[in-house]
C-alpha cells in the first residue's frame, strides 16, 4: 500500500497547510513518474513539470471542487490520483498535438512512398485484447517478463504463454507472406 | 525488448513492432475508458466484463498504457528541489485563505445617518418659511404699489 493511501483526505479538505505540503512531499514522486512515462517517449519531457503543476492546481482549485469528488470506496487514493495524472498526461499531449504547427516544422519524407504499395491490414479480431496489450508493453514499451506480470497482475508464464500464442496466430496469418 | 536467456526471442521485434502498427484502432466508447474502469483496473477490482475493453483501449493508447503501467509497478522519480519548492508554493498559495486588509471600523453610530436627515429637515423647514414670508412681503408691496397706480394715486402725485 502507497504512503498516500493513509492520508486523511479530510485534513486536505479543511485546507490544512501542513497536511497539503505533507501531501505534496508523498504524492509527487509517484505523480512525476506516471506524467514522465507519458509525455517523455514523445517528445515531450520538458512539460512535465507544468502538467505536474496543473494536477495539483486542479485539486486545489474552486475549494477542492476535484478533490471532493474522490470516493474511497470506489478506489483508493493512490489509484484515483494515477488515473487523473495519467489523463491529464494523455490530455496535454492531446492538446499539443492538436496546436497547429508551421510547415517548417514538418520533416520531409526521405524516400517518396512507392507508387500502388498497400498497407498490410491485420483482422481486428486476430489478437485478444490482452495478447495485444502484452505484445505492446513487451515490443513497444521495452517492458520485462516479470514487469509485464505485474502490470497486468498475472503470472510471469501466463504472460510467456499468451505472448507465444500471439506470436503463432501472427506466423500462421503472415505464413504466406514470409515476414517473420 | 527485455527479455530472459532461458526464453530467447525467435523473431524480429523490429518487424513485430512494424506489424502491431498496422493493427485496426477500435473507435467509440470503446476506446475510452471511463475513470472508474481505469481505477478499478489499477485496483485489480475490475469486473471481468470490463477486463477486456480496458486492455484493449490500453492497448491502443500508448500514453495511457505507459502511464498506468508505471502507476501499477509503483514507479517513483526523484522530484528536482526547486520543482518541488514550486509545487509546494502553489498549492499553499492556492489552500491558505488571503487574509482580508483590515478596515478600520466606522464611528458613525447607526443612527448617524438619520439624525443627518432630521436635521437636514429641521434647517429646510424654517428657512422654506422664511423664503415664503419674504416673498409674501414683497407680493404685497408690489400689489399695493399696482393698485395706487391704477387708482391713479401714483400718476396724480407724480405728474
Known amino acids: 500500500m502507497h504512503p498516500l493511501d493513509q492520508f486523511d483526505v479530510a485534513r486536505l479538505l479543511r485546507a490544512d497547510a501542513a497536511a497539503w505540503r505533507e501531501f505534496v512531499h508523498t504524492a509527487a514522486p509517484r505523480l512525476r513518474a506516471i506524467v514522465s512515462r507519458a509525455l517523455a517517449p514523445a517528445g515531450r519531457a520538458a512539460d512535465v513539470a507544468d502538467v505536474l503543476q496543473d494536477i495539483f492546481a486542479r485539486l486545489c482549485r474552486e475549494d477542492f471542487r476535484l478533490l471532493r469528488t474522490f470516493d474511497p470506496q ?5 489509484a484515483w ?100 | 525488448m527485455k527479455d530472459e536467456p532461458m526464453n530467447p526471442p525467435d523473431h524480429d521485434p523490429a518487424a513485430i513492432r512494424a506489424l502491431l502498427d498496422t493493427l485496426p484502432r477500435p473507435q467509440g466508447e470503446r476506446a475510452i475508458p471511463t475513470a472508474d474502469d481505469l481505477v478499478g483496473w489499477l485496483e485489480g477490482t475490475l469486473p471481468v466484463d470490463r477486463l477486456a475493453a480496458v486492455e484493449a483501449a490500453l492497448a491502443q493508447q500508448p500514453e495511457l498504457r505507459r502511464a498506468l503501467a508505471a502507476a501499477r509497478l ?83 402725485g407724480g405728474l
Not at chain 1, 74 to 78: E, K, Q, Y
Not at chain 1, 90 to 98: I, Y
Not at chain 2, 77 to 99: D, H, S, T, Y
Open chain 1, 81 to 180: 490520483l494515477a488515473v487523473l495524472t495519467a489523463r491529464a498526461a494523455v490530455d496535454h499531449l492531446r492538446k499539443v498535438r492538436a496546436a497547429p504547427a508551421s510547415l517548417d516544422a514538418v520533416p520531409e519524407p526521405l524516400v517518396a512512398p512507392a507508387s500502388g504499395a498497400t498497407a498490410l491490414s491485420l483482422p481486428p479480431d486476430l489478437l485478444s485484447p490482452q495478447q495485444e496489450l502484452i505484445l505492446r508493453l513487451c515490443y513497444q514499451d521495452d517492458l520485462a517478463v516479470a514487469e509485464i506480470a505485474a502490470v497486468l497482475r498475472t503470472q510471469p508464464q501466463t504472460v510467456r504463454a499468451q505472448r507465444h500464442k500471439a506470436l503463432e496466430r501472427l506466423r500462421a496469418f503472415l505464413a504466406d507472406r514470409k515476414f517473420f
Open chain 1, 74 to 78: 470506489r478506489g483508493r487514493l493512490s
Open chain 2, 74 to 156: 509503483a514507479h517513483e522519480e526523484n522530484v528536482p528541489a526547486a520543482e518541488l519548492a514550486a509545487l509546494e508554493n502553489l498549492v499553499i498559495a492556492q489552500v491558505v485563505p488571503v487574509v482580508p486588509f483590515p478596515v478600520a471600523p466606522s464611528r458613525a453610530s447607526r443612527w448617524a445617518m438619520p439624525l443627518a436627515a432630521a436635521a437636514a429637515v429641521a434647517l429646510l423647514v424654517p428657512a422654506w418659511s422664511i423664503g415664503s414670508s419674504i416673498a409674501e412681503q414683497k407680493r404685497t408691496a408690489e400689489d399695493r404699489l399696482l393698485r395706487e397706480f391704477l387708482n391713479g394715486g401714483v400718476m396724480k
